[in-house]
C-alpha cells in the first residue's frame, strides 16, 4: 500500500488546513488511517486514527477538539482538518495505514511521505 499525502502549507496562528491522504489501494477492512507529525528536534508524535471500516477515530489528547479525523472509503482517503492552528503545531505531518498498536498507540506498518505544516505567529 502506497501512501501520498498533501495539503501542507503555510498558514497564520489561528487559522486552518485540512491534509489529505490517499492510499494506492484499497485497505484492509481491519486497517486505520492514521496522521503522526514529527517538529524539528522532536520525536515523532501520534495525531489521529481512524478504523476504515467503522469510522471509530482516535486522537492525541492535545489535539482533541482542534482536529477532525475522517475518511472516504470509496477514494481510500483519510484527511485531517485543522483548525485553530498554533505555532506549536508546525511540523511534517505523515499519513500512514496499518493493524498494530503499542500502548494504545497506532503502530502502522505503511507510511506515506510527509507534507510540512508551518503556522507563522
Known amino acids: 500500500v502506497q501512501l501520498q499525502a498533501s495539503g501542507g502549507g503555510l498558514v497564520q496562528a489561528g487559522g486552518s488546513l485540512t491534509l489529505s491522504c490517499v492510499a494506492s489501494?484499497?485497505?484492509?477492512?481491519?486497517?486505520?488511517g492514521a496522521w503522526f507529525r514529527q517538529a524539528p528536534g522532536k520525536e515523532r508524535e501520534f495525531v489521529a486514527a481512524?478504523?476504515?471500516?467503522?469510522?471509530?477515530?482516535h486522537y492525541a489528547d492535545s489535539m482533541k477538539g482542534r482536529f477532525t479525523i475522517s475518511r472516504d472509503n470509496d477514494k481510500n482517503a483519510v484527511s485531517l482538518q485543522m483548525n485553530s492552528l498554533k505555532p506549536e503545531d508546525t511540523a511534517v505531518y505523515s499519513c500512514?495505514?496499518?493493524?498494530?498498536?503499542?500502548?494504545?498507540?497506532?503502530?502502522?506498518?505503511?507510511w506515506g511521505r510527509g507534507t510540512q505544516v508551518t503556522v507563522s505567529s
Open positions: 500512514a495505514a496499518g493493524s498494530d498498536y503499542l500502548r494504545g498507540i497506532p503502530r502502522p506498518r505503511y
Open positions: 489501494a484499497p485497505t484492509f477492512s481491519n486497517y486505520y
Open positions: 481512524i478504523t476504515w471500516s467503522t469510522g471509530s477515530t
